[in-house]
Structure formats: structure tokens, C-alpha cells
């Protein structure tokens, strides 16, 4: 019915860059905050960086500076541009969607998750 399609998940060496995108699809009505959430070995899923409709953003502290979220509204996609990657950003990455749907049903929607690995 809904998906959240990501994709731009890949290898890199520490120092580069990737940008993460998804999309949602289907019979949806409106989305109001999109967001990146990681989850890496050993450790619980965390918040990377949030946006809501209008814009606002909220970023982990280890990403300050290097991570930048975006979205396109109109497309019903968020996008996460990431920048001097580090081993430590290692982790599944997971899309997610807080959205009404076309029938009026406040709905959580998460990806399947895009893996980033960054290692020499």
C-alpha cells in the first residue's frame, strides 16, 4: 500500500561521501516529519537527523557538520547528504515517515534499510 524506497547506501573509504535518498509511494495523504535513523552493531537504533514539512531540522551530535538532511515535499522524499565519513558511521540505515495516510490513519513508515559501510 505505502513504501518507502531507499537507495545510495554503498562501500566508501573514511573521508567520503554518499548521499541516501527515499521516496514514499503509494496511497498516502500527507507527511509531516521525515527522517534517517542508523542502527550499527552492538548498539540501538538512533535518530541521525529529522525534518519536518516546513523545513526544521534536528541532527545527532556525531553528525553536526558532516550530515545534512533534506526534502522535497512535492515528491514525498527525504535525502541525506553525508560527508567525511568516518568507521564509526558504519550501521543500517532506515527511512522514516511519519504520515497520515488517504483514509486519516496516523502511520509510522520505516524503509528496509540501505547499508553504509565506510572502511579502508
Known amino acids: 500500500q505505502v513504501q518507502l524506497v531507499e537507495s545510495g547506501g554503498g562501500l566508501v573509504q573514511p573521508g567520503g561521501s554518499l548521499r541516501l535518498a527515499c521516496a514514499a509511494s503509494?496511497?498516502?495523504?500527507?507527511?509531516?516529519?521525515m527522517g534517517w535513523y542508523r542502527q550499527a552493531p552492538g548498539k540501538q537504533r538512533e535518530s541521525v537527523a529529522t525534518?519536518?514539512?516546513?523545513?526544521?531540522?534536528n541532527y545527532a551530535d556525531s553528525v553536526k557538520g558532516r550530515f545534512t538532511i533534506s526534502r522535497d515535499n512535492a515528491k514525498n522524499a527525504v535525502y541525506l547528504q553525508m560527508n567525511s565519513l568516518e568507521p564509526e558511521d558504519t550501521a543500517v540505515y532506515y527511512c522514516?515517515?511519519?504520515?497520515?495516510?488517504?483514509?486519516?490513519?496516523?502511520?509510522?513508515?520505516w524503509g528496509q534499510g540501505t547499508q553504509v559501510t565506510v572502511s579502508s
Open positions: 503509494g496511497r498516502i495523504f500527507s507527511i509531516n516529519a
Open positions: 525534518i519536518t514539512r516546513g523545513g526544521m531540522t
Open positions: 522514516h515517515a511519519a504520515a497520515v495516510t488517504i483514509i486519516g490513519r496516523n502511520t509510522d513508515y
